[in-house]
RNA sequence: GGGGAGGUGGCCGAGCGGUUGAAGGCGCUCGCCUGCUAAGCGAGUGUAGUGUGUUAAGCACUACCGAGGGUUCGAAUCCCUCCCUCUCCGCCA
């Protein structure tokens, strides 16, 4: 969520910078609710200093008659408050259902661009592009000639988008995961979590996929709980309703957990092989950081997260999201993608976030800064990396 | 799933309708004292919102004693609903 005092003291400047994501955001119906939220909240707080002191000298009045009299002196207060209170209330949720479907606001390194065409790729690095004497087949080819991947199974069992991993292909993603737990936690000094995997609706709420993307989450609706699109959800929500302890910081977080997405909008898209499925496994990464060390923090992320694909021979490159691809909750992101030689493009295998206090607002996570004082964090997210396309590109490559 | 206990400030723990944002203790911060440390003495020590200040300090007010409703002039205290924790029984990987 976008902080209302920024917007309502730089209205243009938050106007044009959101705007580079290619929306339209109508900044006067905000400060016009914003201007009503605070004369009503003026209003009935006067109303209730008022009660508040009459109470009090009820307290102190022995005398019965004028106890009585004090008492009818402030007859329709109340309702007065209620009827005023539930008039804040209102205007308050409008606002606040506003600003919760508001992306975040590009940071000012960002490229713009209208979507996708536009982002900015870095150089290709990792292990040259092979050379093969033949053309080298999809993994989902592949997988079905080695019995590596049984999608008829699968598909009887569970319906279309799943899979099922067999023999070295189920050991390969096992190993994968363990092997990049071992690197997050040792070589870059992440704590391995293992989160829950189905949370509440608030708890989405905080990292930003509700209210805006319910319909690409799984529901249970009688326990009214979600499954996790990304280990990003629990692990940042930790913290929620927290003051951290400014020495502790920063905090590095890594967990290895499926992900659960319904996938309705892509409809259609890539409904061969294993690139997009409702489920599949995920190594997390999760930062919460100073405010003054985000920017940093994202470089580094970027860095563990190449340093997976670098260590694996695959051959990848970076790219730099534009203001129109920029995903909801993102500041900005860089992406990690890898050449899959058998379909013949570039998988994204991690997206690598800096947050800054969007989340942090959202879920209410605070440190205690230098000064005493409680402010927001920043926290960054990124995969390290997402396992189905790993192995296509080791499959496809190999 | 059934029964019992309980959720109060950083922590422990009182309060059970009125000047209680909340006794007391611990912790923490600052000062005093002190070979050092400990002890002792004094003062301070929640979060958020609104208003007013130079978007500072400060000041005023409002809200918050698990969450949400209700009763009342007034609720941490009474009533209802929900959530969570502990515990006993049942079931179960």
Redesign the pocket.
């Known amino acids: 969520m976008n902080d209302i005092?920024m917007i309502r003291?730089n209205p243009e400047e938050f106007k044009q910078r959101i705007e580079a994501r290619q929306i339209e955001v109508d900044v006067d119906q905000i400060l016009a609710l914003d201007t009503q939220r605070?004369a009503l909240?003026?209003q009935v707080?006067?109303i209730?200093?008022e009660?508040?002191?009459?109470?009090?000298l009820?307290?102190?009045t022995k005398d019965p008659a004028e106890r009585q009299q004090?008492?009818d002196q402030?007859?329709g207060?109340?309702d007065k408050i209620?009827a005023l209170d539930t008039q804040a209330?209102e205007v308050d949720r409008e606002l606040n259902d506003i600003l919760l479907g508001i992306p975040n606001l590009p940071d000012a390194d960002v490229p713009i661009g209208k979507d996708e065409t536009e982002n900015v790729p870095g150089p290709e690095r990792g292990a040259p592009l092979r050379e093969f004497g033949f053309e080298p087949k999809p993994h989902w080819d592949l997988a079905e000639e080695l019995e590596l991947i049984d999608f008829e199974r699968a598909a009887k069992i569970a319906g279309s988008r799943t899979y099922i991993l067999r023999g070295d292909l189920a050991r390969l993603q096992r190993a994968l995961i363990d092997w990049m737990l071992d690197v997050h936690t040792s070589r870059h000094g992440y704590l391995e979590v293992q989160p829950p995997y189905q949370v509440f609706a608030e708890t989405l709420v905080g990292t930003s996929q509700l209210p805006k993307f319910a319909d690409t989450l799984f529901h249970d609706i009688e326990e009214d709980k979600w499954l996790i699109p990304t280990a990003e959800v629990p692990v940042t929500n930790f913290y929620r309703e927290e003051?951290l302890d400014g020495n502790t910081l920063p905090v590095y977080h890594v967990a290895a957990t499926p992900c659960f997405r319904r996938e309705k909008v892509s409809a259609g898209r890539d409904v061969r092989g294993i690139k997009r499925v409702f489920q599949f496994m995920k190594v997390e990464l999760v930062k919460f950081v100073k405010p003054e060390e985000s920017a940093d923090e994202l470089m580094r992320l970027v860095d563990e997260a190449c340093y997976i694909a670098e260590e694996l021979g695959l051959h990848y490159r970076l790219l730099d999201l534009c203001t129109g691809d920029l995903g909801f909750g993102a500041a900005h992101t860089y992406d990690i993608e890898v050449w899959a030689p058998g379909c013949q493009e570039w998988l994204e295998v991690s997206s690598c976030s800096n947050m800054r206090d969007f989340q942090a607002r959202r879920a209410n996570i605070?440190y205690r800064a230098d000064n005493g004082?409680?402010a927001l964090l920043h926290t960054l997210n990124g995969s390290g990396l997402a396992l189905p396309r790993v192995l296509i590109a080791i499959m496809e490559d190999h």
């Open positions: 005092r003291e605070r909240i003026t707080e006067e209730k200093a009660r508040n002191a009459g109470s009090k009820v307290g102190k004090l008492i402030m007859a207060l109340g209620t209330t003051i605070r004082k409680p």
